[in-house]
């Protein structure tokens, strides 16, 4: 049973980084892209970026310049960090598993942690 | 830009749905695959895996859910709607870098 856990600060102040921690319980590690996609209230899903076991990465372009993804292959987890955060950032953050021969196939998913940013 | 209509569908109980996804960019990667995949999201439940490579139905889900296309238009079906299936639905697609979703259809009960 595949299963993966997000943890991470939920409230941030602007201009402070955003840091989650996405751990993977089952299943293999290596034979799959790790992504990260958020959920700003009330609209729809944004690609943040991947990372693969090697910490082979590709980001969005829109948050490439504040995006940092890891890989940590002993723990199975995954991290995120996105720097200098806004209002804009205020989103439920998900982690998810990719198929690597099936592109496009998120086939778990974290549970989402809301981070909101506000003064 | 992946543009999903209708943005809402409300349905009457064992009637079908259909949605489409267009893509402003054909889907086919240079492997010969095309990477458009549907996504179901249930309030309080986890983003669930519908449908892969355009028609491949992921472990688990019900043959109800079928999905078609080809290039740059493509559709999620429901062949029969139950209580359950009442969410919001995604497309994504993965040949091109970024990964964009469609806005989500949401479906509702009648």
């Known amino acids: 049973q595949v299963q993966l856990q997000q943890w991470g600060a939920g409230l941030l102040k602007p201009s402070e980084t955003l840091s989650l921690i996405c751990a993977v319980y089952?299943?293999?590690?290596?034979?799959?892209?790790w992504s990260w996609i958020r959920q700003s209230p009330g609209k729809g899903l944004e690609w943040i970026g991947e990372?693969?076991?090697?910490?082979?990465?590709n980001y969005n372009p829109s948050l490439k310049s504040r995006v940092t993804m890891s890989v940590d292959k002993s723990k199975s987890q995954l991290s995120l960090k996105l720097s200098s955060v806004t209002a804009a950032d205020t989103a439920v953050y998900y982690c998810a598993r990719e198929i690597i021969v099936a592109r496009g196939a998120f086939d778990y998913w974290g549970q989402g942690t809301l981070v909101t940013v506000s003064s | 830009v992946m543009t999903q209509t209708p943005l809402s569908s409300p349905v009457t109980l064992g009637q079908p749905a259909s949605i489409s996804c267009r893509s402003s960019?054909?889907?086919?990667?240079?492997?010969?695959?095309?990477?458009l995949s549907w996504l179901q999201q249930r309030p309080g439940q986890p983003i669930r895996l519908l449908i892969y490579?355009?028609?491949n139905r992921f472990s688990g889900v019900p043959d109800r859910f079928s999905g078609s296309g080809a290039g740059t238009d493509f559709t999620l079906k429901i062949s029969r709607v139950e209580a359950e299936d009442v969410g919001i639905y995604y497309c994504?697609?993965?040949?091109?870098?970024?990964?964009?979703f469609g806005q989500g259809t949401k479906v509702e009960i009648k």
């Open positions: 990372i693969n076991h090697r910490g082979g990465t």
């Open positions: 960019q054909s889907l086919v990667h240079s492997d010969g695959n095309t990477y």
């Open positions: 089952g299943g293999s590690f290596s034979d799959y892209y």
């Open positions: 994504v697609q993965a040949t091109q870098f970024p990964r964009t």
């Open positions: 490579k355009i028609s």
